[in-house]
């Protein structure tokens, strides 16, 4: 479960990246998180994460303050970045276990797990190799692979379909229906609306660092009095706030 | 329409960021500030006493000129060998060459714009360099403006013949490079063949030097009339005309040297030209891509996945890292291994210098002094170990996965400090192996510098990544950029110096025995770390928390 409340975050002294974002993701859903570019999305992962520290407001991870308990709350979190370009020096075997060790993943669940996913994924017969020879799918399913070996009970991921293929894709996002259906919470951003449609509980949109909108899509289409597709739904939000 | 050549040359020199001193963070802002306002007059005076002490003491000898020609084939020589580092990291490791692969210009073009963007730094090196020897030989001797004139031609033209070497032995062994499927690791033993190529090529050029007898040094220095010069120039044979037209500054004799001097380094600069147009390409296409990926069977994972504790995985992924990324290995990994091995070399092949300062060091000082020698010189050469000054500025723009990693701050940073303080101890191993060898060490001394010459590795590492903490260098787009333009390695050099002086002239002036030595030296370095250690451990980590990348 993820508790966001009062989320202040601002680049120099007058670029409101994100501003008073109030926000509860419940265990078992799948949540979107959409917006333009430069809408404050990034922003809140990287706060989410603790790579940068709001200004103010808290942050909660299944209950454990991330600014009172840092490596507890991140121990609860599997987060898969925008690039995955990372560790390309290292073999592919050589990151999942580094990722192993960081988040105290035992031998037996590890060689489990490992064995599983690289077979989901097919990066079985790669794994000895140098992450810098995969494309950038593969290294995008490495890191997945790296991030669900401690099975975290928050999973959050930015731009996750950007480089799959479409077999892959679809692994992907059911792989999230599986983790959210066993109790975890599943956050992620997009550009794909028709992904966010098809596959989230509930979604949120954000435009200048504002939550504009946060809901199902039933309750969204009630809300707006519209059958519209979120695209067009988003497209209108969007616009209007510029 | 401007010629390629100048466009590219334009387009690389703004995209970099000239000499990588530009502080991100106002503690670097700060610590750049502070350098430079102690840093700058410090090295003048330093250095301008120093040559006027060798002017005073030359002229006793009419030997005078001998300052320029020494000082002009040292820095050539220093430039040689620094160019070839510089070469390999530029000509084939930067992220640029990808860019400028499939733009219509010729190898030749890329070639001369990447020469003249390495030689637009080592101008800075040059002047740093040669600037008090000429000030000091022109103000002694009497400044002309022909002189002054001659000066600055000689700045401008003297690292252009250094730089076309380095840059045909590293285009020549790239060219070999380029074949195997293992290319990183091949890239990362052609630039270790490039540097030791370069160490040989001087070592021969010295040994012109080395071929005069006493009695034939003796006679030279008593004819005076600057006779000496005929053995400095051999250092580096073609510094000679640029010596001469500055010891000469008129339009006769010294411009027809100066003239001549101009056209080597031109014709070395063209004679690079036409070896890169021919020989670049096929060093450089391709070197990018890893080998093609094996379909190898699969992984046997009940050996290959195993848990460990997170601190042996953080450091062993540092030093895989370290190792395997061919610019950090020839710029941070070489370096601790460099030295030693030379001075090794060096000491069995009866190297004049060495044995003189063996004898010096067994006749004249005692073993106190010996000791706090050894520590001076091993917390030298630790500084010059760039592997925790850049331990966060290598992160760059993954620093992030740092942050969000479930790990202790204070465990990662001892990780980042054990991997530079692991290899900055084989620089106590080899001067263990030389001194054993050659000096004849007792078994008190040996047993000292066994149980102290850890700390100066530690208090360098420790040292490195503080300055590092707060002052990385995270917006990079070449692995290069990372470690060669930071200053931080700079400044951890400039620190471990003044360390070195005052442990070298202590023991020097206090002339102790033994044990008040080492317990003096001990006590001072485990205080000066442990401060350090502190300091990384609060400030440094929080400083890492504040790190946005």
Redesign the interface.
């Known amino acids: 479960m993820l508790e966001l409340t009062g989320l202040h975050k601002t680049y120099g002294k007058s670029v409101k990246a994100v501003d008073d974002l109030d926000l509860t993701v419940n265990k078992g859903e799948i949540f979107g998180f959409i917006g333009p570019n430069g809408a404050g999305k990034t922003t809140t992962i ?1 706060m989410i ?5 709001p200004d103010s407001g808290s942050i909660k991870v299944n209950g454990i303050s991330l600014n009172a308990d840092p ?2 709350a ?2 609860q ?1 599997g ?1 898969v ?1 925008d ?1 995955p ?3 390309l ?2 073999k592919g ?2 990151y ?3 990722m ?8 037996a669940d ?2 489990a797990r ?2 599983h996913l690289a077979k989901e994924f097919d990066l ?7 992450i ?3 494309s950038h799918g593969m290294r995008q399913k490495i890191i997945v692979i790296g991030v669900l070996l401690h099975q975290p009970p928050v999973w959050i991921m930015d731009e996750p379909m950007t480089g799959l293929d479409p077999r892959s894709s679809f692994t992907l996002k059911q792989m999230m229906r599986e983790h959210a259906d066993l109790g975890n919470t599943v956050f992620f951003s997009t550009h794909v609306l028709e992904v966010a449609e098809k596959l989230c509980t509930r979604v949120a949109i954000i435009n200048k660092g504002r939550i504009l909108f946060c809901g199902g899509m039933e309750s969204m289409r009630e809300h707006f009095r519209t059958h519209a597709s979120l695209e067009n739904i988003f497209l209108e939000l969007t616009s209007d706030a510029e | 329409m401007r010629s390629k050549l100048l466009s590219l040359t334009m387009a690389l020199l703004r995209n970099s960021d000239g000499l990588g001193i530009r502080p991100t963070t106002p503690w670097g802002r700060r610590i750049l500030f502070g350098s430079l306002a102690v840093g700058i007059p410090a090295y003048i005076y330093a250095t301008v006493s120093l040559v006027q002490l060798m002017y005073d003491s030359l002229l006793v000898l009419d030997q005078t000129g001998v300052l320029i020609s020494w000082g002009l084939a040292a820095a050539s020589l220093l430039l040689l060998l620094i160019s070839v580092v510089h070469v390999v990291s530029s000509f084939y490791f930067s992220v640029d060459v990808e860019n400028l692969l499939y733009l219509p210009v010729r190898p030749w073009e890329i070639v001369g714009a990447k020469f003249l963007n390495t030689l637009a730094y080592q101008y800075f090196l040059t002047t740093l360099i040669l600037l008090p020897v000429l000030g000091v030989y022109g103000a002694k001797s009497g400044f002309s403006l022909l002189y002054v004139l001659y000066s600055l031609v000689v700045i401008l033209l003297i690292p252009i013949l250094p730089l076309a070497v380095g840059s045909v032995l590293v285009i020549g062994i790239m060219r070999y490079a380029n074949v195997s499927r293992y290319k990183d690791l091949v890239k990362t033993v052609a630039g270790v063949l490039a540097i030791f190529a370069v160490f040989v090529l001087s070592a021969l050029l010295q040994r012109f030097g080395d071929e005069i007898t006493m009695e034939q040094l003796e006679e030279l220095i008593a004819v005076g009339n600057n006779s000496l010069i005929a053995i400095t120039n051999r250092m580096f044979p073609t510094a000679a005309w640029a010596a001469n037209a500055l010891l000469q500054p008129d339009l006769g004799h010294g411009l027809v040297n100066l003239l001549v001097f101009a056209a080597i380094s031109l014709v070395s600069f063209g004679l690079l030209l036409w070896f890169g147009e021919r020989l670049y390409l096929r060093g450089v296409i391709g070197l990018t891509e890893t080998g093609s990926r094996r379909l190898s069977p699969a992984l046997d994972l009940t050996s290959a996945a195993v848990q460990h504790r997170p601190l042996n995985t953080y450091l062993l992924t540092e030093l895989r890292l370290l190792f395997r990324t061919p610019v950090y290995f020839l710029n941070c990994v070489l370096m601790n291994l460099v030295w030693p091995v030379i001075a090794v070399i060096a000491g069995m092949a009866g190297d004049e210098s060495i044995n003189l300062a063996a004898e010096w060091l067994r006749n004249e000082a005692g073993p106190g002094m010996l000791l706090s020698s050894s520590l001076a010189l091993l917390t030298f050469l630790n500084g010059t170990n760039a592997i925790t000054p850049t331990a966060i500025s290598r992160e760059g723009s993954s620093f992030f996965i740092k942050k969000y990693i479930p790990m202790d701050v204070r465990h990662q940073l001892t990780a980042k400090v054990l991997s530079g303080f692991l290899l900055g101890c084989t620089a106590l191993v080899g001067l263990l192996l030389l001194a054993i060898g050659f000096l004849e060490l007792s078994p008190a001394l040996a047993a000292s510098l066994v149980v102290l010459g850890w700390l100066p590795a530690a208090l360098t590492s420790y040292f490195g990544l503080l300055i590092d903490l707060f002052n990385p260098k995270l917006q990079w787009d070449s692995e290069q950029r990372a470690v060669k333009q930071n200053m931080n390695v700079l400044y951890t050099m400039a620190a471990s110096a003044m360390v070195s002086a005052a442990v070298g002239y202590g023991g020097y002036r206090l002339a102790w025995g033994l044990l008040p030595t080492a317990l003096a030296a001990g006590g001072f370095y485990v205080g000066l770390t442990a401060l350090c250690a502190f300091l990384v451990y609060t400030k440094g980590a929080a400083a890492f928390h504040s790190l946005e990348g």
């Open positions: 990287k994460t603790g790579i940068i520290n490596l507890g991140k121990q979190i987060f970045p690039t370009s990372m560790f020096r290292l075997i050589e999942l276990n580094f192993g060790d960081m988040y105290s993943v035992s031998t590890r060689q490992i064995e079985t017969r790669v794994l000895a190799d140098p810098q020879s995969y």
